[in-house]
């Protein structure tokens, strides 16, 4: 079982960042591949960004591609998402999640889930 955290959440001004953690315990998470996901008040969860266990590939949705770096820290079992440039389009609840299939933009790839953390965008 993986229990995953996030944190690093928070209100900021459009053209602001912010640098979403994601810590994993439990068990540790080799060999799995990592994704943040999204989902803004009356829509549906989506793919932001996602990361390989095997070579740290990285996958980015058109709308966070430029702005968005994903990244891993295996020896903390820890996963990032530096977010910059940000717009009032990018408020939500962002959610890591876990994958023992390399990784994928599906959720329906991902059996562990975070609680989520809340990005507040003003403009």
């Known amino acids: 079982q993986v229990q995953l955290v996030e944190s690093g959440g928070g209100l900021v001004q459009a053209g602001g960042s912010l640098r979403l953690s994601c810590a994993a315990s439990g068990r540790s998470f080799s060999g799995y591949g990592m994704g943040w996901f999204r989902q803004a008040p009356g829509k549906e969860r989506e793919f932001a960004a996602a990361?390989?266990?095997?070579?740290?590939?990285?996958n980015y949705a058109d709308s966070v591609k430029g702005r968005f770096t994903i990244s891993r820290d295996n020896a903390k079992n820890t996963v990032y998402l530096q977010m910059n440039s940000l717009k009032p389009e990018d408020t939500a609840v962002y959610y890591c999640?876990?994958?023992?299939?390399?990784?994928?933009?599906?959720?329906?790839?991902?059996?562990?889930w975070g609680q989520g953390t809340q990005v507040t965008v003003s403009s």
């Open positions: 990361i390989s266990w095997i070579d740290r590939s990285t």
């Open positions: 999640a876990a994958t023992p299939t390399g990784y994928s933009r599906s959720r329906l790839a991902y059996n562990y």
